[in-house]
């Protein structure tokens, strides 16, 4: 008897220790699926950041350009490269990395034709400055100074003199 209730309690320890292993798996699978559910959101939170980021760089060109009919260029991002992929953790952040890069490309081509677009407004107001320059008369242009050096003597005494000369006019 004694045999046949170790071999019970050998099975029932085994099974015990299957179940504990069963166990663990299923926390490690838990757990692993929590980290790359808090990656996602992590990713879509560098996605939304990324889309801000976008949204006012358009109205940075919008505002620069200020009712010019000139062109601009523009750079198409699909949608399909910003979705991410539950299964590949690794290409999604290799598809993050390459959006940086391409926003902080459009953020150079942007600023790079803001600085084109003032030069190119500079040039053209000083282009209407010299364009009749040649027709305006300089003399009109120099104006004389007026002398604002205070003299020496003191203004109370001169106005005495004239108040004192204007009643001796009058008796």
Same mark, same amino acid.
């Given at each position: 008897?004694?045999?046949?209730?170790?071999?019970?309690?050998?099975?029932?320890?085994?099974?015990?220790?299957?179940?504990?292993?069963?166990?663990?798996?299923?926390?490690?699978?838990?757990?692993?699926?929590?980290?790359?559910?808090?990656?996602?959101? &992590?990713?879509? $939170?560098?996605?939304?950041? #990324? /889309?801000? %980021? =976008? @949204? !006012?760089?358009?109205?940075?060109?919008?505002?620069?350009?200020?009712?010019?009919?000139?062109?601009?260029?523009?750079?198409?991002?699909?949608?399909?490269?910003?979705?991410?992929?539950?299964?590949?953790?690794?290409?999604?952040?290799?598809?993050?990395? &390459?959006?940086? $890069?391409?926003?902080?490309? #459009? /953020?150079? %081509? =942007? @600023? !790079?034709?803001?600085?084109?677009?003032?030069?190119?407004?500079?040039?053209?107001?000083?282009?209407?400055?010299?364009?009749?320059?040649?027709?305006?008369?300089?003399?009109?242009?120099?104006?004389?100074?007026?002398?604002?050096?205070?003299?020496?003597?003191?203004?109370?005494?001169?106005?005495?003199?004239?108040?004192?000369?204007?009643?001796?006019?009058?008796?």
């Amino acid at each position: 008897m004694r045999i046949a209730q170790k071999e019970k309690n050998l099975e029932n320890e085994r099974e015990r220790i299957k179940l504990l292993k069963e166990i663990e798996e299923k926390q490690k699978i838990l757990e692993k699926k929590e980290i790359i559910l808090q990656k996602q959101l &992590e990713n879509k $939170e560098q996605i939304d950041e #990324i /889309k801000a %980021n =976008i @949204e !006012d760089l358009k109205n940075k060109v919008k505002e620069s350009d200020g009712g010019n009919d000139k062109l601009t260029q523009i750079t198409v991002i699909n949608k399909a490269d910003l979705k991410t992929n539950t299964k590949d953790t690794k290409k999604n952040s290799d598809s993050i990395s &390459e959006i940086r $890069e391409d926003v902080s490309k #459009i /953020k150079r %081509n =942007i @600023e !790079d034709k803001l600085i084109r677009n003032e030069l190119a407004r500079q040039r053209e107001e000083e282009i209407r400055k010299r364009k009749y320059s040649y027709f305006k008369d300089t003399s009109e242009k120099k104006e004389e100074k007026e002398d604002r050096t205070k003299l020496f003597y003191d203004e109370n005494i001169i106005k005495k003199s004239f108040i004192n000369k204007k009643k001796n006019n009058r008796e």
